[in-house]
């Protein structure tokens, strides 16, 4: 059975080309651990940075992407082959 594939309205003005984005290997660890089911805490504390630390890198992340939220930000990188 096909599954339509909602898209959000975070999603929409997602267009933004990967190799300009200036995500670092850091920044998609963090966004894999968090797509993977991990809290800002674990992921923070299984990439040994403090929660504090996790969530201004999150808050960067989105900015660059120009997102409003950590799974839009997850979803880009998905998309985009990153995680």
Request: aromatic share 2%.
């Amino acid at each position: 059975m096909h599954q339509p594939q909602l898209e959000p309205m975070a999603l929409r003005h997602m267009n933004i080309d990967p190799r300009d984005a200036a995500v670092d290997r850091d920044d998609v660890r963090l966004l894999r651990a968090l797509a993977e089911g991990h809290t800002t805490g674990s992921a923070a504390r299984a990439l040994g940075y403090s929660e504090r630390t996790a969530r201004r890198r999150l808050a960067a992340i989105c900015d660059r992407l120009n997102v409003r939220s950590v799974t839009a930000a997850a979803v880009w990188a998905a998309r985009n082959g990153l995680i």
